[in-house]
């Protein structure tokens, strides 16, 4: 087996080890199964996910086999780790619904065939005859309240103006459980997530030791947040989903192209599989040019064509090109629909174009400008593109001539606003 530790370390996974030499003396002994929780709370995972879903190929890749636990019963009731408040609990059928979604996403991700093949397991499998008597004597009875109020996810809930019900208080022994029984289920000896995983993770270790007098061990991941303090993932338009039906292709490439120039090393060794040596190479070119952004550029198209395939890479890849690199001209229907496919699209009539139309009146058409006035001021300040050429002068109008194809046109207000004009 590789040094799978040093891997993660190297790449910055690692936060903490409960036991960092019996950690690398198990990995380097033989292939281990570990595991990683997900919660079912939407029909979408998050770039948020990804930490876990990248240090699980590299334990792949390493010859480990990871194991995708899906929280179809803790799902139900909600982790308190990281969190302010209490969640609004979800049906069975929400449950459901979402964990069949997400399932799709963990095969971009992971190999489920071969000799280090994943699986995916649902912890309602083994939660759903276990009775309340049942789970009290085997599980509550080998925690303490003392040791449950010193974890951090409960006292940082407790001490807050939320507080927290019996129903969250709880969720750590479930988790706990979880590890236990994918330790006796499965050889499963290591448990991975977050920071905030901590306290449930050692939990399952200690009900492990004491119920089964056996070692395990539990590896957090820092979580991640950008160079202005914002978690990741976060942006004024809510989080980066995985799926391209909530955030789409173009619109998740465009987040990596932001990234700040103090986060894209360190994002270029967490989010791609690039090997180490090249990572230095791009940032090292990127010092000398950081105005070319060819790192964030090479960031977003490999964990673009990871999380939606090489295709919609390169198109994402070009839209961005064409869209804030040379002029719009000469481009056919299908071209431009072809590297657009996600811009906001406003239709406009044949008759208006040969009319002319004022370059005020499109802008607050496509929503580009909330008012005439506003677009005034947006277009004095040199703020209005279409098909990327400037718009110079508050009396030009809109005429057929600026159709970039037969019969559509890009408008842009500022560096990220943009959207498509369609004449019919």
Not at 206 to 214: D, F, G, N, P, V
Not at 249 to 255: I, K, N, P, S, T
Request: glycine share 8%; with cysteine; aromatic share 8%.
């Amino acid at each position: 087996m590789s040094a799978i530790y040093d891997t993660l370390l190297e790449r910055g996974f690692v936060q903490d080890c409960t036991d960092t030499e019996g950690f690398r003396e198990l990995t380097g002994q033989k292939a281990i199964r570990v595991y990683c929780g997900f919660d079912p709370t939407s029909d979408s995972l998050t770039i948020g996910n990804m930490v876990c879903l990248m240090a699980f190929k590299h334990f792949q890749r390493a010859g480990h086999r990871p194991v995708v636990l899906m929280g179809g019963a803790t799902g139900m009731i909600g982790d308190p780790s990281g969190k302010s408040a209490e969640r609004n609990l979800q049906t069975a059928e929400q449950v459901d619904s979402n964990m069949a979604a997400q399932r799709k996403q963990f095969e971009r991700f992971l190999d489920f065939e071969g000799d280090a093949a994943a699986g995916i397991v649902n912890n309602m499998d083994w939660f759903r005859e276990v009775g309340f008597i049942e789970f009290l004597r085997d599980v509550g009875k080998h925690f303490r309240i003392g040791e449950m109020l010193g974890k951090e996810s409960v006292r940082s809930r407790i001490d807050s103006e939320a507080g927290i019900s019996y129903t969250e208080f709880s969720y750590m022994l479930l988790q706990a459980q979880d590890f236990r029984h994918l330790h006796e289920a499965m050889e499963c000896e290591v448990q991975v997530g977050g920071a905030d995983q901590w306290g449930n993770i050692t939990a399952g270790i200690e009900l492990i030791r004491r119920t089964l007098r056996k070692p395990a061990y539990g590896l957090t991941f820092p979580l991640i947040t950008t160079a202005t303090g914002e978690k990741l993932g976060k942006t004024a338009e809510g989080a980066v989903y995985l799926s391209a039906a909530k955030t789409p292709v173009y619109d998740f490439y465009q987040y990596w192209i932001r990234v700040e120039d103090r986060d894209v090393e360190r994002f270029l060794k967490l989010f791609t599989l690039l090997p180490l040596t090249e990572v230095d190479d791009l940032v090292a070119a990127h010092a000398q040019s950081p105005d070319k952004r060819d790192a964030q550029k090479r960031l977003a198209f490999e964990v673009t064509a990871m999380v939606h395939g090489v295709e919609e890479a390169r198109k994402a890849r070009d839209a961005a090109a064409a869209l804030f690199g040379g002029l719009l001209r000469e481009l056919s229907d299908e071209k431009l629909r072809e590297l657009f496919p996600d811009v906001p699209s406003v239709s406009v009539s044949r008759s208006e174009l040969e009319t002319g139309l004022s370059t005020f009146d499109l802008f607050v058409k496509a929503k580009l400008s909330g008012s005439r006035s506003e677009a005034r001021k947006t277009l004095a300040q040199g703020g209005f593109y279409i098909n990327n050429e400037p718009v110079a002068g508050d009396k030009r109008t809109v005429t057929s001539s600026d159709l970039a194809s037969d019969t559509m046109m890009i408008l842009r207000a500022g560096k990220k606003r943009y959207c498509l004009v369609k004449a019919e």
